[in-house]
């Protein structure tokens, strides 16, 4: 039997889908002339009582007709082609987003009633905040001396005890008497700056870890200048996890050290994992994997940026910048996948309502970003994602070693979030069945940063964990066990079946590598 897809096909299909998907509106559209707007609406945009009147109703729900109409149409053409799909989905999402009666000022009860009760002194201010983010780029998230490095972020005491082209290495200071053997590395992504992890005290990974009796080590990333244009990704391996991994061993004495890497940095710590397996280097104790992604058929939010047009695109914006992709663009990227969440809402509040940004922790962190090379960002586009060649054995060769994720035989504990925008869950899931050793895989409630920056202190978040990280991710995911409260002590607990001793905790620094300055460091504060 012939199974090929007959020639237009997918037009036939599509073009069902768009006339059922206008029968539907019309007959919405029919039933809102004859009986009047929907009572409620379940969008939280709508949850001021006042959608509810006859006049805003009707607005409200006519506006969730054609929404709806927009993009059920433009998902439609993904039956004629998946990357057209993805991309005219994406374009329908940015429209609606953007024409939702929300964010008119005329029609937004809030901005209404303080425009009456200010006399219009909302707009005012509103319009200074507006050119005061025209001139910066971008759209405010958080006012920028809303927190001081140092003081108020990545402030857990520290010494830089090495500093390389492209990383400085921090070591942070002991809280307790004793500490593990096994020292820890952390890699983060180094499309945004480490601090992340070290946020202000109360949610700050980098000081639970120090508390719980680790030495803990951390890459900070630099922000690269033009004559790092040239630096690739094997230049990113040399001159930061492997050589943080010599230093630590040169200042703690340490056989064995615990590796962690969030996100991208996840990816670099595995192409690290599998040269140091080829090189059969046993100083790794364990690895762990925050919200790193595995599966690149799905890449999630960003999937409409990876196409060949977008990727030809992005790659002309980073000549036409001299040899980098700006973290603007990237910032910018991300947040218009989740307008709804990260562009409009500040719309409203900063420009029509004239009011400061809250300051919050973790947008400032997002709005603080760095610049990337173009061979960096182009080789983990092109050979990682659209390619996919990490995932297959031999397909990369990076510093003389072919890339076998296979060989990494160590003891994994990975970390995904169930509603990542950036990092599928199903994505990050995939490890289990693409490393040698046993996976520990553990989901936890909220996003991409939520998910992993959730200290004990509070336990909004919960988490999921299961036996066998190998089966299907749906199949893994119907029979886990949900847990209240943060996995930060569960990951704790799994590190410690790792630690042979406890031992006094070591000098900072070195002869070879002496504390050169205090943490943060200079290059988190680089422009």
Known sequence: MNSTKPPFAGTVAATTRIQQSLLTAATRTARLWTQGPTASSDDPRFADPSWNRPDLAFARTSFGIWSDLV?????????????????????????????????????????????????????????????????????SHVREDAFE???????????????????????YRPTTDSVSDRPILMIPPWINKYYILDLSQRNSMVRH????????????????????????????????????????????GAEHIHLVGYCLGGLMLQTVLAHLADLRDRRPASAT???????????????????????????????????????????????????????WPYVISNYWLGRDPKPVDFLYWNQDSTRIPARVHSYLVRRIFREDLLTRPGRLQLLGSPMDLGRIDLPTFAVATEKDHVV???????????????????LGESGHVAGVINPPEGGRRGYWTGDDAERDPEAWMSSATHHSGSWWP??????????????????????????????????????
């Open 209 to 252: 870890l120090v508390d719980a009796g680790y030495t803990v080590f951390m890459i900070s990333w630099r922000n690269p200048s033009g004559r790092h244009r040239s630096m690739g990704w094997e230049d990113y391996m040399i001159l930061g996890p492997l050589a943080a991994m010599d230093a630590i061993g040169d200042i703690t």
């Open 289 to 343: 994997f925050f919200t790193t992604p595995q599966d690149f058929s799905d890449p999630g939010a960003v999937a409409p940026f990876l196409g060949p047009d977008g990727v030809a695109l992005m790659e002309l914006v980073m000549e036409a910048n001299g040899g980098f992709l700006d973290g603007r663009n990237m910032t910018a990227t991300f947040n218009s996948v989740r307008g709804r969440d990260l562009i």
């Open 71 to 139: 993009e059920d149409s433009a998902d439609a053409l993904a039956e004629i082609d998946p990357q057209l799909g993805l991309r005219s989905g994406f374009v329908a999402r940015q429209v609606t987003d953007a024409m939702c009666p929300v964010n008119s000022p005329m029609l937004n009860p809030e901005v209404v009633r303080e425009t009456a009760r200010t006399r219009g002194r909302n707009l005012l201010r509103g319009a200074a905040n507006a050119l005061g983010d025209l001139r910066r780029g971008r759209i």
């Open 424 to 442: 599928p869950w199903q994505s990050a899931h995939r490890m289990g069945a693409l490393l040698g050793g046993p996976v520990r895989f553990v």
């Open 490 to 527: 569960e990951w704790l607990d799994w590190l410690e079946q790792f630690n042979e001793a406890d031992v006094d905790p070591p000098a900072t620094g070195s002869r070879r590598h002496p504390a050169l300055c205090d943490a943060p460091g200079t290059y988190v504060v680089e422009r």
């Open 149 to 171: 490095l140092g003081r108020d972020l990545a402030a857990t005491p520290g010494d830089v005890v090495l500093r390389t082209d492209l990383a400085e290495i921090i070591q």
